[in-house]
């Protein structure tokens, strides 16, 4: 592979011993994948930031990288496993906690930025189209290269964080125009995108074309919309992008044709849907909610109280937006509890719930995966009735 000096010199140690091991990586990764150089990017999203998907071997890992490594590019963080200010109420353990902080203040050190949510694109972390970055929320991923036009492959926490020190990453896979192109056209026979429909759609296409990317044509999607598809098309399926027209950038229209109506999606959703009894808890904001999902369920709730313990998860900038509005009080009022910094699905609760109801078809994968908790996929409106009713 072919090094320019600022590469060379990272290589050489003479800028400290954590950029030589993260430029040594991602030269070994551009290697295996067969990448001529390595490119500059303009902003890192890091992901494995929660202590309980870290583990031990994760923190002591950051803690090293942090003896000498410093971010060299914008870099902002994935959630971590509980919410940074106010764990106690989500029933996180004081070993936990300090365990989490300790990966938080090694971050710090590192010099990244602590926003701990998986929409960047939301905060603040904002590319610009054809930009080179290197990200690793799935879904944030999906997003960027979709919605944003920035290119980037679906990093590993490591490999972020090596580009967030050195500011490259090898050009290959996403970076090239040539892995861009979409394969199909997928037309939504529909008048409106229902609620959980973009959801289901990433469901159907991860099962259908796996890692081809659709070049989709439909009615008119909202940013929460795009959000929800983003997660869920990259849970599904092995792509890390699709085009939406008159959203994402021009490309060449495939000439190969999937038809999807009204049937294929009741059909699909109805595959996800499970059962609504013994609901232990209605779990809400994946990805994390905008201030127009945080009004919806305001509004949804009239001020009524929850019997169902409720919990939204949403980006700390967010929150603040929202409490400056009085939505975060409001729904306090109805026994809601918002989280920040993190998320249902990387907060050390397996086995906490038995069943978790949830608007997401992301969070749905990976409660039933990772917390083993039994599912119910139902919209906002639902979900919410749920919660007041039992
Ligand atoms: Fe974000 Fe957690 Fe969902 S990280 S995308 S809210 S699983």
Known sequence: ??????????????????????????????????????????????????????????????????????????????????????????????????????????????????????VPYLIGN???????????????????NSVIGARTNREGGITALASAITGFTPEYGMHLEVNRLPCIKVCLDLRDIEPLYPGVLGSILGEKLRNQIPYIVGPKPTLEQLKELSASIATYGGT??????????????????????????????????????????????????????????????????????????????IFTEAKELGIVEEMKKSGIKIFCDTCFVVAPIRGKFKKIATNSAKALYYIQGKLRSETYYGTTEELVEIALNG
Not at 126 to 144: D, L, N, Q, T
Not at 271 to 289: F, N
């Open 1 to 118: 592979m072919k090094l320019d000096e600022l590469q060379k010199e990272y290589l050489s140690g003479k800028l400290g011993n954590s950029a030589k091991k993260m430029m040594e990586l991602l030269i070994t990764i551009g290697q295996i994948y067969g990448a001529k150089r390595l490119i500059k990017v303009s902003s890192v999203q890091i992901a494995g930031v929660s202590y309980d998907n870290i583990g031990e071997e994760g923190l002591q890992f950051i803690e090293d990288v942090a003896r000498d490594g410093k971010v060299s590019v914008k870099a902002t963080l994935n959630p971590a496993g509980m919410d940074l200010e106010n764990w106690g109420e989500m029933g996180i353990k004081k070993e936990f906690a300090e365990k989490q902080l300790r990966i938080i203040s090694a971050f710090r050190k590192i010099g990244a930025e602590l926003s701990c949510s998986c």
């Open 240 to 317: 890390s992008m699709f085009y939406w027209e008159g959203i994402s950038e021009e490309v060449k229209v495939p000439t190969k044709e999937l038809i999807l109506n009204r049937k294929d999606f009741e059909t699909y959703r109805e595959r996800l849907k499970g059962d609504k009894r013994g609901v232990e808890l209605v779990a809400l904001g994946c990805p994390h909610a905008t201030i127009e999902e945080l009004k919806e369920v305001r509004d949804l709730l009239r001020g009524r109280k929850v019997k169902i313990e409720t919990w939204i998860s949403t980006a700390r900038k």
């Open 126 to 144: 904002i590319p610009k189209r054809y930009e080179h970055i290197a990200w690793s929320e799935s879904s944030a991923v999906c997003f960027a």
